[in-house]
């Protein structure tokens, strides 16, 4: 397989590249896309285009793209609710609609000039295939009638001819069904994704970082064609203007080919790590692969497993027709080297947008915590604890958002980490998810192995276990102020808490925990019992070391606002 004539690699691996935050992709797509009115905000008669899979690691980064490339947006999930922390949020509409349900999605399509279909079901389990495969029938029928123009799909890239692992054939038999529903379509077929947060580069980057010295299985010699996820997002951006009788997929790459091997040493490079050992193998199965990667990288075993078998396969592109219809950019597709410097420089100064972990764990609850008191949904059982912290409001509450990944959980490191193993063993997803962000917290971001359910900023954080557990389960971490006197906005951060000046910056504060269980037959009551007496130990540990945690930051605090004048939340 021989790739396609490219732009010269060698200038794009150590060209300087864009600043953290570049400008966005519509900025090269001069002529293709609709591009804002004077008030910089999508005019009312640009195109609508509608997005599924906006809560993954592509959606929620395509969408501010589309915005700023002048197209109005309507935002599909399941649960609209959990988008309300987007930062653009506002910006767009928002439906509520399942892809599976043909009236729903239906109904979210109406109207829409270009549908993303940005959905896929890796990791899931056994039975993906199926569920992608009748996903993808009910959205094309939905689109089709609806009156949909375009629809662009991301796929992945798999060589011809052979026979595909299980989640590259799923992904190539939704591109068929969507290019045969009689909607014109695009197909964009992408390989490994260089991105911070993608699922794919975070693998490569663990296994680098961890491991100086690693036996590896025969595929790290297989050549590879990745490409930077700000190139993606140019090409699905540049694809909802594509001419009506196109209908059919694109190869899309980076400028280089790189053998897994290769991409491990230069990834080792730009971080300034030493060269890596690396042996081949020929013992280690696609399966046995992604235990071992499952063990050193925070990727789970069932996402790590297709991820490992896509790699079992060259993946380098055919052709690159794309170009005749969304250029490459003046500057030409960003390089191997400087895709993985832009990724680290997000990850070291925490400014990453989107994660893999973004996604739910395969057979972890959805399930919204109850609201009434007096559940009728079966028992719940509760441990509800109370302490008055010598620390501010604000203190405490930036101890509290900043819980878990590496700051910990405050009690008993040993036994949290005993928990996380014992999660990753049946499958769950333990402690090494960590968080996107070590300080604020969004809703639906990880936390180890809880989710954000609630953020109430400089009130309440919920989190959902997403660990295996004979039942549901959450824990409630908030702050109460000893004395409220108002309900005003502060004025000195207002986006932060809807608490008064003095009530929000003067000690005392109440941190208050709930741990709350609603069992899932027998096995979920004897859990319950078995685990309860520990609580003391884990909750109560966690209350103690909390409050001198926020002791230390209030002194911090009144330390930095001597300094410095009044700071808000965010000091």
Same mark, same amino acid.
């Given at each position: ?82 988008? +309300? ?7 767009? $509409? ?8 043909? $009236? ?33 029938? =009910? ?36 591109? !068929? ?43 790290? !010699? ?56 690396? =042996? ?27 991820? =490992? ?76 604890? +109370?302490?008055?912290? !010598? ?72 989190? +959902? ?80 070391? =909390?409050? +001198? ?23």
């Amino acid at each position: 397989m021989t790739p396609a004539p490219r732009p010269d690699p060698a200038a794009q691996g150590s060209a300087p590249g864009p600043a953290l935050d570049p400008a966005p992709v519509a900025g090269t797509l001069a002529g293709l896309v609709p591009g804002v009115g004077p008030d910089g905000r999508p005019r009312p008669d640009a195109p609508l285009v509608a997005v599924t899979g906006v809560t993954g690691y592509v959606g929620g980064r395509l969408v501010p793209e589309l915005l700023a490339a002048g197209y109005r947006v309507r935002a599909v999930a399941r649960r609209p609710e959990r988008l +309300r922390a987007r930062p653009w949020h506002d910006e767009v $509409e928002t439906a509520r609609a399942d892809a599976a349900d043909l $009236e729903a999605i239906r109904t979210a399509l109406t109207g829409v000039d270009v549908a993303y279909y940005l959905i896929h079901s890796l990791g899931t389990g056994s039975t993906f295939e199926s569920r992608d495969r009748h996903t993808a029938r =009910v959205f094309a029928q939905a689109a089709r009638e609806a009156g949909v123009r375009r629809i662009v799909y991301l796929g992945g890239l798999a060589p011809a001819g052979e026979e595909l692992s299980p989640h590259l054939s799923s992904r190539a038999e939704v591109g !068929e069904i969507l290019l045969a529903s009689g909607v014109p379509t695009t197909v964009l077929r992408a390989a490994v994704i260089l991105g911070s947060g993608s699922a794919s580069f975070e693998m490569m980057r663990y296994l680098t970082e961890r491991l100086p010295a690693m036996t590896v299985p025969r595929w790290v !010699e297989n050549r590879i064609q990745p490409i930077a996820v700000r190139d993606v997002l140019r090409y699905l951006v540049g694809s909802a203007a594509m001419p009506a009788d196109v209908n059919r997929g694109f190869d899309i790459g980076g400028p280089e080919v790189l053998t897994y091997r290769q991409m491990m040493q230069r990834y080792a490079a730009v971080a300034g790590l030493r060269r890596r050992l690396i =042996v081949g193998v020929g013992v280690l199965t696609p399966r046995l692969s992604s235990l071992w990667v499952s063990l050193v990288t925070p990727v789970p075993a069932g996402l790590a497993r297709p991820l =490992v078998e896509s790699l079992v396969h060259e993946v380098v592109c055919d052709e690159h027709d794309i170009a005749d219809l969304v250029p490459d950019p003046p500057g030409g597709l960003i390089g191997f080297d400087l895709a993985v410097r832009l990724a680290l420089q997000r990850v070291h100064e925490a400014a990453v947008t989107t994660r893999w972990s973004s996604a739910a764990v395969p057979g972890a609850p959805s399930d919204p915590l109850p609201t009434d008191p007096d559940w009728a949904g079966g028992s719940l059982y509760v441990d509800t604890r +109370r302490v008055q912290v !010598e620390a501010s409001p604000a203190a405490l509450w930036r101890v509290i958002e900043a819980v878990g990944g590496e700051h910990g959980w405050y009690s008993w490191p040993f036994v949290w980490h005993v928990r996380g193993l014992a999660d990753r063993l049946v499958g769950g997803p333990g402690l090494r998810r960590g968080r996107r962000d070590p300080h604020r917290l969004l809703v639906d971001d990880a936390v180890d192995f809880w989710r954000v359910e609630e953020v109430d900023r400089g009130r309440l954080l919920r989190l +959902r276990a997403e660990m295996r557990l004979p039942g549901l389960a959450w824990l409630e971490l908030s702050v109460e102020p000893a004395s409220a006197t108002a309900e005003d906005q502060h004025e000195d951060d207002p986006g932060g808490p809807t608490l008064a000046g003095d009530a929000w910056t003067t000690p005392p504060a109440v941190f208050a925990q709930r741990a709350l269980f609603h069992p899932r037959g027998l096995a979920g009551h004897a859990y319950w019992w078995a685990v309860s007496p520990f609580h003391g130990l884990v909750f109560g540990g966690m209350q103690r070391n =909390v409050a +001198r945690a926020a002791r230390t930051a209030e002194r911090a605090r009144t330390d930095r606002r001597s300094d410095t004048g009044p700071s808000g939340l965010g000091a």
